[in-house]
């Protein structure tokens, strides 16, 4: 599948993450304020998404490094289908990551975390798909594509009498807690994905130009390295190698 082609078929797929609530409310963020939201004429109030008090973005600790949130106490575990599917949402329209789209080069998306995988060969350090900025971007637009339909739902079957108004602010707070139980689950299974794949193609070159003692060679990959735009980390890498090799020899 190309890397639109799995873009768009993620798209359509967006409304489908959190069909229906099953289980009880679970610890939720509270519900956007009367500020963000508007009252209909039938006098209940409408929240408006994305609400102005979004949980789903990044802070930052005493020392300066990035938090993702906790948006629940209650998460799915990483390996819930609902868990799977938020993950590997892709609903913004972006069918590459940065670094492809620059150099013009097929990329594609597997999940949150794991970086694409020209980035993971040429040693790129940082792919849009494993930046927490960018995966928080992600799920906030899943997010707000489910709610949207949610609270439509819920509106439309006030209006057929379908639902009494009392009890319209508690179903969407239900949905609400259904969502970001299964968010926290994806942000956990983020931060493994991230952990496990992070600067794995500069370890991989490390570990081969360590385990070689070719200078010829590794001279003749980093000329070809610079002709593939392999990252420049990498070829440090290979440098810092022959170099020691070189330095070996001389002694
Ligand atoms: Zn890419
Ligand atoms: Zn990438």
Known sequence: MSPSSAASSSMHSVHSVFEHPRSAPLPHPP?????????????????VVPSSDDPLV????????RVLPNVSNTPLDVLDGRVTKLVQ????????????????ITCSYYEAGVPCPPCSVLGIPECDWADPFWVLENFRRSRDSYFCDERDALVKSVKENRLPVSLFEREFEIRMSWFYSGAQGAINRYLLNSRATRDVGLRGYKALAASTSDASTLLRFITLGVE???????????????QDLLASMLS
């Open 228 to 242: 593939t735009r392999v990252h420049p980390c990498v070829l440090q890498v290979i440098t810092e190698r022959v």
């Open 31 to 47: 519900l956007p304020s009367s500020a963000s939201s508007r009252s209909t004429p039938e006098g209940f109030i409408i929240p």
């Open 58 to 65: 990044i802070s930052y600790d005493s020392r300066g490094h």
């Open 89 to 104: 949402e892709h609903p913004m329209v972006i069918p590459k990551c940065a670094n492809c789209a620059e150099q013009g």
